[in-house]
C-alpha cells in the first residue's frame, strides 16, 4: 500500500494559462475521487471515477475543468484558462470498498 | 452543498483536556466518517460508524452516532499538542460530502 500520490504539490501559474495534475490511486482501488479546498472550507465534491468511467460530476466542474482516467488508473485534472477564483487546493483520493477514502496530500494551485 | 456540518468551527483546549466535536446531517446515511487535516496536508481517515451502530472507539477517539437526531459526536481523550487541526465529519452513501470542519487547537 503505496498511498495515493498526487503530482505537482504546488503550482503558480497566471491567470489564462493552463494547468494539469495528476494523480496515482492505490492500485487495488477502483474508485477515485477528486475534491477542490478552499481556504477555511471542507473538501467540495468534483468527480469520481470507477476504473475509466467518469460516473459523476459537480456544478462545480465548470466546461473549463476535465478530468480523465485512462485505462482505469492514474487520473489527471486539467483545468483551462485559469482564473484567480480557481486558486485553491486540489485533493485525490481513492476508495477502499469497506468505504474510506484515503487522500494524497493535494496538489496547491495559485493563479497570479 | 455541504451534508454535515461541524460544531464548534474552532476549539481550543489545554493539552491532557478532552474535546469534543459534534456533526449534524440532513438526509439518512449508510455511515459516518471522520476524518483528520492537518495544516497543508491531505485528509487522514480516523473513523468509520455505520449507520446500525451507535459508538465506536479506537484508541483514544470515541464517536457516537444517533440516527434520530442526524447527529454524531467525536471525543478525543487526553488531548496531546499533535492532535492539532482540522477534523472534519463525512457522510453520503456513495463517494462523501464532507462540512466545513472544526479547527481543534491544543495548547501546550
Known amino acids: 500500500d503505496t498511498g495515493v500520490s498526487q503530482d505537482p504539490r504546488h503550482k503558480i501559474t497566471k491567470r489564462g494559462q493552463n494547468v494539469t495534475f495528476r494523480c496515482d490511486p492505490i492500485?487495488?482501488?477502483?474508485?477515485l475521487y477528486w475534491y477542490r479546498q478552499t481556504l477555511g472550507q471542507g473538501p467540495e465534491f468534483l468527480t469520481y471515477?470507477?476504473?475509466?468511467?467518469?460516473?459523476?460530476k459537480s456544478r462545480l466542474l465548470s466546461d473549463r475543468f476535465s478530468a480523465e482516467r485512462p485505462k482505469g488508473s492514474f487520473s489527471t485534472l486539467e483545468i483551462q484558462r485559469t482564473e484567480q477564483g480557481d486558486s485553491a487546493m486540489y485533493l485525490c483520493a481513492s476508495i477502499r470498498n469497506t468505504g474510506e477514502l484515503f487522500f494524497g496530500e493535494g496538489s496547491r494551485l495559485t493563479v497570479l | 452543498s455541504q451534508q454535515g456540518e461541524e460544531d464548534p468551527q474552532a476549539l481550543s483546549i489545554q493539552e491532557g483536556e478532552n474535546a469534543t466535536m459534534n456533526c449534524s446531517y440532513k438526509?439518512?446515511?449508510?455511515?459516518l466518517q471522520w476524518y483528520r487535516q492537518n495544516s497543508g496536508r491531505g485528509l487522514v481517515h480516523l473513523i468509520l460508524?455505520?449507520?446500525?451502530?451507535r459508538e465506536k472507539h479506537s484508541g483514544r477517539l470515541r464517536v457516537t452516532l444517533d440516527t434520530s437526531k442526524k447527529s454524531s459526536s467525536l471525543l478525543i481523550t487526553a488531548s496531546r499538542a499533535a492532535d492539532t487541526a482540522s477534523y472534519f465529519c463525512a457522510t453520503g452513501p456513495d463517494g462523501l460530502t464532507f462540512g466545513k470542519g472544526t479547527h481543534l487547537i491544543i495548547q501546550p
Open positions: 460508524i455505520r449507520s446500525n451502530e
Open positions: 471515477f470507477q476504473n475509466e468511467a467518469q460516473l459523476e
Open positions: 438526509t439518512s446515511i449508510n455511515n
Open positions: 492500485s487495488e482501488h477502483n474508485r
